[in-house]
């Protein structure tokens, strides 16, 4: 898609039409859309480099198709960025900068968004960050007041959310552009499939950014303190996600897949609840049991056969039904 969108501005002003013009025309059923983005974290490291001639030119034909269509200044045209894309040797927010296999193409954007008064997006996951790294503390990504300090220059950072925004805006000057707005397109904390991802820990998160969020912007006197907008990650958890980051990637919803909170959580409404989906039609409930007396020899592979149609995060390393005896365990699926 971004290849076609890069090389054909008629593909992209026919994209505008199908996707955007006739959902946010005036009307009672006008759909509420802010941005475009072009490419889902198209600079994730494990991609390498297939997607970078093409980012700025589909970005820039989809900008060309929505003035077309007269939303220009209704929609703005993003590419979301991967909190891969940077680098700090020391693992400190002043030393931040973008990798270089990314650098060029990554100014090009830059010079793009800013050009539009666009945003930079961009993913914040303390959840991976401790995941990846031995360094990084459960306690100083849970906002937790046990949390090791980290001192860089002049400042002491206690949560990992405060670390990895200040590389973002470090990274950014050292590139050039520190007057562009940030936004952070995806931030959440998963509920399965891997050790600490748990409904209980999602909630601990969630309340702890928030409170967070809520205390630094009384505090706050530069508009880079904040970013401009935060989007949780995510409404529901999604079963046919892409689990080659890890296999809690389908479980970030607040919701599960059917509409049923995991936990509760103020999302800046006072005291209102979140509230589950009601009437939800299911189909009739149905099992497996084991057969003792079968040659089981061939199970696992059997097993993993069938993982490949189906969603076994469950039972992976971690998962909430990791630690159900073999086979049983796989009977979670």
Avoid at 171 to 190: E, H, M, N
Avoid at 293 to 316: E, G, M, Q, R
Wanted: aromatic content about 12%; glycine content about 6%; charged content about 20%.
């Amino acid at each position: 898609m971004l290849r076609t969108l890069n090389s054909s501005l008629k593909a992209a002003e026919s994209w505008v039409h199908d996707n955007l013009t006739r959902f946010v025309s005036d009307g009672a059923s006008r759909v509420l859309i802010d941005y475009v983005a072009v490419g889902d974290e198209p600079f994730l490291q494990s991609y390498g480099e297939q997607f970078y001639p093409f980012v700025v030119g589909a970005a820039a034909n989809i900008q060309m198709a929505l003035f077309k269509a007269n939303l220009a200044e209704k929609v703005k045209v993003v590419a979301p960025c991967s909190f891969d894309a940077f680098l700090s040797e020391s693992g400190l927010p002043s030393k931040a900068r973008f990798r270089p296999d990314v650098n060029r193409t990554m100014i090009e954007l830059l010079r793009f968004l800013n050009r539009h008064h666009s945003p930079f997006f961009v993913t914040i996951s303390p959840f991976e960050s401790y995941h990846e790294n031995k360094n990084f503390s459960l306690d100083f990504a849970l906002f937790r007041e046990a949390a090791h300090a980290r001192n860089d220059s002049h400042k002491t950072y206690k949560n990992g959310f405060d670390l990895s925004y200040d590389t973002i805006i470090s990274a950014l000057s050292t590139a050039g552009f520190p007057q562009v707005d940030v936004v952070i397109g995806r931030i959440g904390w998963p509920t399965d499939g891997a050790p600490n991802a748990t409904s209980s820990l999602a909630q601990e998160f969630m309340k702890g950014l928030i409170d967070h969020l809520h205390s630094r912007s009384t505090k706050s006197s530069k508009r880079q303190d904040l970013p401009t907008e935060i989007y949780i990650l995510s409404l529901l958890d999604e079963d046919k996600r892409s689990i080659a980051s890890g296999n809690f990637e389908r479980h970030w919803g607040v919701f599960t897949f059917d509409g049923q909170a995991k936990y509760q959580v103020d999302l800046g409404q006072g005291s209102k609840k979140l509230v589950n989906a009601q009437d939800v039609q299911y189909l009739s409930p149905k099992w497996c049991v084991v057969n003792n007396n079968k040659d089981l020899l061939n199970t696992t592979a059997l097993a993993l056969d069938a993982c490949t149609a189906a969603d076994c995060t469950a039972v992976s390393q971690g998962g909430s039904c990791f630690n159900l005896s073999w086979p049983g365990n796989f009977l979670c699926i």
